[in-house]
Structures are given as structure tokens and as C-alpha cells.
């Protein structure tokens, strides 16, 4: 099952702190959404929300249509999957699994057959009798998915899942949630502040800051046009350079900066209603630059000596 997601005009107040300003948000039912941000931003207390362990100052969330502003978190159409995985030790893989389908009152021989296929799925049949102690963190991890999905929620929601995880594993493991996002179809609500993660996996990255979002789009639109200074440093190291809008003309534009003028194509503007005269600043990602010895086109900022680098296996930082 997947439902569309709606957040309209929510905040969020605890005393004297405002945790989330006047947030909006459409999500697409069967959508992989990855809210990302730094610590304290508000991307927990936004799927808080959305999971009703929360409820908003002001504002409204709406699932499938329905507004869940009195709903309780048992009575929504969403399911919650922690980092800590919250496994019941003393259970079976195949119980922890149809836990939620018992508190359901489905009967054993179905909740137990379910359970089975959905082990299956994350690759754990096998393991149906085993107790969690005896799996590794990652294995947990596909357990807890697989018991969160077992109630087919609408909207999986999922805080920090993979944070517990060493880097290799932590890799394998968002190329398996989206492939299992993908093969059920249900809406994904992911939670991090690592940024290779939120590239990896979602469809629409939603970048906050302070409470507020700063940024929603494709992680490829992310990065590479990033709608706020913020956005464009929090994606990845970035240069910025203070400038202003000179002349356009031919679909090219004149900038004036402290290294000199530079000429650029009219789309490489993030705002076309820009005129001259207008302060901008331009992004410089660093695999944008090249050695004063590479070839293919280039634009000339002046000289730079490397005084420094070091060395990350797939590639050098100066």
C-alpha cells in the first residue's frame, strides 16, 4: 500500500524554541523522500510529525487525503523503523516479524506465512528461527524493515536507520532499501544528515536548516543547482565567489569578481529575472577545476599553487 504525503504551514514549538517555521511539503504516493540536514535542523521533528508522536503548533498533515491532526500514532496508516532497530530478544526473527500482524489479531498460520515471505524478501528466510543476538547489525537492520512493512503501512517512516552501520555495510545497505522501496511500492520518509546516503537513495532530497527547508529536488538538481548558498554547501565543499551581473547578451552573461570578469552561459543563472547590476555569487565544486596543463574549455580565475592534499582512494583532495 502507498498514500501522498501532505505538510502544509507546520511549525513546531517546544517553550521558547521554534523546532519547524511554517514547513510545506507534497510527497508523492510511492515516493523515496530523504529529509537531510544538519543536527537540530528539524528533520526528526518533522517525521515526528508525520508518525504523530508530535503534533504541529499550527499547520497540517495530511496522509492519503485524510488529516491526521487528532490520529493517534497506532490508528495512522504509518509505520516508524528506528536506528536501534528495537528487536524483541527473546523472539524469533519469524515472531519479531509478525509481531505487528499478532497485535492485529491475524491468525498464527497467516501472520507466520507472511512473516516467511518477508524474511525472504530481505534475504532472512533462512534465519526465520534465529534470535537477534545471533545476527550481525546489518541483518537486524533488514529485520526491523522486514517487520515494519509486515503491517503494509502506507508510509514507512525511518529515523537514521543505517547510522549504526560501518561505512561498507552502510553502502550495501541503501543499495538494498531502495531496491526493496522500489519492489513494494510503498512511500519512504528517510532521516539523515549524511549526504552520500540522501544521494544514493531518494528520489527528492528535502534539505533543512534551522527549521526551515531550504532546498527540494532531485539529488542530481541538488547538487548542481542548488537553490540556497546553504543547500550548496551542505551538499559538498564548494567554493564561493561574491559577484555582479553585468551585460547579456547571446544567451551569455558578463560577471564581475574579485578575480576578474567571467562570461557564462545565461543557464548557468539560478534566477533568469536577474539584471545587470544584480549581486550573485558563483559555486565552484571542486571537480570543476583543472590543471593549468588539461585540456577542453575552460574559464581563467588567475593562478593557484596547491600547498596541500591528501589522498581518498578514489580520488585527491587539494
Request: include cysteine; charged fraction near 25%.
Amino acid at each position: 500500500m502507498t498514500a501522498p504525503v501532505s505538510i502544509r504551514n507546520a511549525t513546531k514549538i517546544f517553550g521558547d524554541f521554534t523546532a519547524l517555521r511554517d514547513v510545506s511539503l507534497e510527497i508523492e504516493a510511492g515516493e523515496f523522500i530523504v529529509l537531510l540536514g544538519p543536527s537540530g535542523c528539524g528533520k526528526t521533528t518533522l517525521l515526528s510529525l508525520l508518525g504523530g508522536f508530535l503534533s504541529p503548533s499550527s499547520g497540517t498533515v495530511e496522509i492519503n487525503g485524510q488529516d491526521m491532526g487528532h490520529v493517534p500514532p497506532s490508528k495512522r496508516p504509518t509505520t516508524t523503523m528506528f536506528q536501534d532497530y528495537a528487536l524483541f530478544p527473546h523472539m524469533s526473527l519469524r515472531d519479531n516479524v509478525a509481531f505487528g500482524l499478532k497485535m492485529r489479531k491475524i491468525g498464527k498460520a497467516e501472520r507466520h506465512a507472511k512473516a516467511e515471505d518477508l524474511l525472504d524478501m530481505v534475504g532472512l528466510k533462512s534465519s526465520a528461527d534465529k534470535k537477534p543476538h545471533e545476527l550481525s547489525g546489518g541483518q537486524r537492520q533488514r529485520v526491523a524493515l522486514a517487520r515494519a512493512l509486515a503491517v503494509e503501512p502506507d508510509v514507512l517512516l525511518l529515523d537514521e536507520p543505517l547510522g549504526a552501520l560501518d561505512l561498507k555495510l552502510r553502502r550495501q545497505m541503501q543499495d538494498e532499501l531502495k531496491a526493496i522501496q522500489k519492489r513494494v511500492g510503498t512511500t519512504f520518509v528517510h532521516v539523515t544528515h549524511d549526504q552520500e546516503e540522501a544521494m544514493a537513495i531518494a528520489d527528492r532530497i528535502v534539505v533543512m536548516n534551522a527549521g526551515n527547508i531550504e532546498d527540494v529536488g532531485r539529488p542530481e538538481d541538488i547538487y548542481m543547482r542548488p537553490r540556497t548558498l546553504f543547500s550548496a554547501s551542505f551538499m559538498g565543499e564548494v567554493n564561493f565567489i561574491p559577484g555582479t551581473l553585468g551585460n547579456c547578451h547571446d544567451g551569455i552573461v558578463d560577471i564581475e569578481t574579485v578575480l576578474g570578469a567571467v562570461s557564462l552561459p545565461e543557464t548557468a543563472l539560478r534566477d533568469e529575472n536577474l539584471t545587470k547590476g544584480a549581486k550573485v555569487t558563483l559555486a565552484i565544486r571542486p571537480e570543476h577545476f583543472r590543471a593549468s596543463t588539461g585540456t577542453g574549455p575552460r574559464i581563467t580565475f588567475g593562478k593557484a599553487k596547491v600547498t596541500d592534499g591528501s589522498f581518498f582512494g578514489t580520488h585527491h583532495r587539494a
